[in-house]
């Protein structure tokens, strides 16, 4: 049989686009022959931004740079993953819109990883997440926690460290051959959870914000207080948290901020491919002691509260 010049080649490259639901799909088609065999290997690639940022309560993914910052008593979720060959991360500022404080710690663990899947299938607009015979579909799945009141974040915290406990969960609402418990597999001792280096104001402190000086008074079994009206609020210091997923490079800092300065407090530098049983905080020392110069003594004695929330080994153990 006689063929025309190209019929006979091995391989060929396609690369369609296409428009669906608004965003735009690359399709690349592998064609191989072999024999009277013909083998279709394709796979989407996700249109996602370079460089995105997360704001409160929202979430999103990017295909190289992602970062959000003002995290308080908020948490960042952060995933690596690789999808259908495509390296990607996803990231949700999360403002606790769940109340944790009724769930036990697989409850909350459960409602993380269901969290997690739909948010993520809503942005690669995917319908499931695992492999078939076609194509890989998520692998090498790599998930940090971070920021957080220290009290606060504790449950979230400790839901998220049975990930890292060899023994096995019987999960009620995750069903078998599920997308969250295909994830859950994934994450098995491939999590990273850092410790809070920030808390709540207290009552008190939130009165602050609007009486700047307290004059306590005690008659017995009345306690009361009178005030000065001020507009002066103090607040710890809160989280920003950047990650490419190119490098796998993942950089924390703990920002200052008041009516004196603002400057980074300390910083932290990882690769989370490799991980580690201790991590470590460096301290801004230039930039504290330049700021003690100009800060008033309610700052100092502020400033000196932080500085004691930044634990030795930033690694969360419960």
């Known amino acids: 049989m006689n063929h025309k010049h190209?019929?006979?080649?091995?391989?060929?490259?396609?690369?369609?686009?296409?428009?669906r639901k608004g965003k735009v799909y690359?399709?690349?088609?592998?064609?191989?022959?072999?024999?009277?065999?013909?083998?279709?290997?394709?796979?989407n690639n996700i249109n996602a931004k370079k460089n995105v940022y997360v704001p409160i309560g929202k979430f999103d993914i990017s295909q190289e740079h992602i970062h959000t910052d003002a995290l308080g008593p908020c948490l960042c979720v952060l995933l690596h993953f690789v999808f259908n060959g495509q390296i990607l991360c996803f990231m949700e500022h999360y403002s606790f819109d769940m109340d944790e404080n009724k769930m036990s710690r697989k409850q909350v663990l459960e409602s993380f990883l269901i969290r997690i899947c739909k948010y993520l299938k809503r942005k690669i607009g995917s319908g499931s997440i695992k492999p078939n015979k076609k194509c890989t579909k998520l692998s090498e799945a790599r998930l940090v926690i971070a920021g957080g009141d220290i009290n606060e974040g504790a449950l979230v915290k400790n839901a998220f460290t049975l990930l890292n406990n060899n023994s096995s969960i019987n999960f009620l609402r995750l069903k078998a051959n599920s997308d969250e418990l295909?994830?859950?597999?994934?994450?098995?001792?491939?999590?990273?959870?850092f410790k809070s280096i920030t808390r709540n104001l207290f009552d008190y402190e939130e009165a602050i914000g609007k009486f700047d000086k307290l004059i306590y008074?005690?008659?017995?079994?009345?306690?009361?207080?009178?005030?000065?009206?001020?507009?002066t609020r103090m607040?710890?210091?809160?989280?920003?948290?950047?990650?490419n997923c190119l490098t796998k490079q993942l950089t924390m800092k703990i920002r200052w901020s008041s009516?004196?300065?603002?400057?980074?407090l300390a910083s932290m530098i990882i690769n989370i491919q490799s991980p580690s049983t201790q991590y470590y905080w460096i301290i801004n020392q230039t930039k504290i002691d330049q700021f003690k110069l100009r800060a008033t003594l309610r700052e100092k004695e502020r400033l000196s509260e932080a500085l004691r929330l930044i634990p030795a080994n930033a690694l969360f153990i419960p």
């Open 182 to 193: 295909y994830l859950y597999q994934l994450l098995l001792n491939n999590t990273i959870i």
């Open 259 to 264: 009516s004196s300065g603002k400057f980074s």
């Open 26 to 43: 690359l399709l690349y088609s592998k064609v191989e022959k072999s024999g009277s065999q013909i083998i279709n290997m394709s796979s």
């Open 235 to 243: 607040d710890f210091p809160s989280l920003s948290v950047h990650y």
């Open 6 to 19: 190209g019929d006979d080649e091995s391989k060929k490259m396609h690369c369609i686009e296409k428009k």
């Open 217 to 231: 008074k005690t008659d017995i079994d009345l306690f009361f207080f009178t005030a000065i009206e001020t507009s």
